[in-house]
C-alpha cells in the first residue's frame, strides 16, 4: 500500500522563526515524485515545491526547502523567516514514477504563525 | 500562466437531485483528476482520466458519480443522485506524465 503520514495535525511558529513540517511515506517504488501543497484559507491548492526521488540534492524555493531521505522514506519541509501569509494547511503528497497516475495525499498540518 | 478553471465556485441543491461540476483544465494536460475534501478533513482521490476513460478510482467514486469529457475541453464530474455526505468541497486538477497537479480553485458543494 502507498501511504503518506503526517504526524502533526498542527503546529505553530513565531514570525520570522523556522518551523519543520514532517512527512513520511510508504511505497515499495524506487522512483516516485514528492510534493508540498499549501492550503490558506481560501481553500485553494498551491504548489509549494516538489522532489524527483533520483535527485539526492534537496530540492529549495525561496524560504521553503525540503529534507529528502529517501531511505528513511521522509520528506520534511522547512519553512524560514515565517511570514503571517504562510498560515495554511500544508499536504505533502507522492506520485509514483512508474505505476499509474494517482497522488497519494497525507492528512495535513495546520500551520499557525504567531506575530 | 494557464490555468485550471472550475465553475460554479459554490453550488447548493437538494438531497436526491443531479449535479454536475465542471472544469476545464489546462490544454496540455493529459491526465484529469477529481479529489474531494469535507471541511477540515484530508484531500481524497476521487477519480483520474486519461485517454478517454477513467484510468484509476477510489472507493468513494459510486456509481452515483460519472465522468466525462464531452468536447476535448472541459472535464465534468456528475453526481446523480446527491446526498448530505456529498457536501464537501470539490476540486478539479490536471497534470502531464510527470508534473505535479494543477488545482482548480474548487467547487463548494452543500447539498440540503
Known amino acids: 500500500a502507498q501511504t503518506v503520514t503526517q504526524s502533526q495535525p498542527e503546529m505553530s511558529v513565531q514570525e520570522a522563526e523556522t518551523v519543520t513540517l514532517s512527512c513520511t511515506y510508504d511505497?515499495?517504488?524506487?522512483?516516485?515524485?514528492l510534493f508540498w501543497y499549501k492550503q490558506p484559507p481560501s481553500r485553494q491548492m498551491i504548489l509549494v515545491i516538489r522532489q524527483e526521488a533520483y535527485k539526492q540534492q534537496n530540492a529549495t524555493e525561496n524560504r521553503f526547502s525540503v529534507n529528502f531521505q529517501k531511505a528513511a522514506k521522509s520528506f520534511s519541509l522547512k519553512i524560514s523567516d515565517s511570514q503571517l501569509g504562510d498560515a495554511a494547511m500544508y499536504f505533502c503528497?507522492?506520485?509514483?514514477?512508474?505505476?499509474?497516475?494517482?497522488?497519494?495525499f497525507g492528512t495535513g498540518t495546520s500551520l499557525t504563525v504567531i506575530p | 500562466e494557464p490555468e485550471v478553471t472550475q465553475t460554479p465556485s459554490h453550488q447548493v441543491t437538494q438531497m436526491g437531485q443531479e449535479v454536475i461540476l465542471r472544469c476545464v483544465p489546462i490544454?496540455?494536460?493529459?491526465?484529469f483528476y477529481w479529489y474531494r475534501q469535507i471541511l477540515g478533513q484530508k484531500v481524497e482521490f476521487l477519480v483520474s482520466f486519461y485517454n478517454n476513460e477513467i484510468s484509476e478510482k477510489s472507493e468513494i467514486f459510486d456509481d452515483q458519480f460519472s465522468v466525462e469529457r464531452p468536447d476535448g475541453s472541459n472535464f465534468t464530474l456528475k453526481i446523480r443522485s446527491t446526498k448530505l455526505e456529498d457536501s464537501a468541497m470539490y476540486f478539479c486538477a490536471s497534470s502531464t506524465r510527470n508534473s505535479p497537479l494543477h488545482f482548480g480553485n474548487g467547487t463548494r458543494l452543500t447539498v440540503t
Open positions: 490544454s496540455n494536460h493529459l491526465y
Open positions: 503528497a507522492y506520485r509514483p514514477r512508474s505505476t499509474g497516475n494517482q497522488f497519494y
Open positions: 511505497t515499495s517504488e524506487s522512483d516516485y515524485y
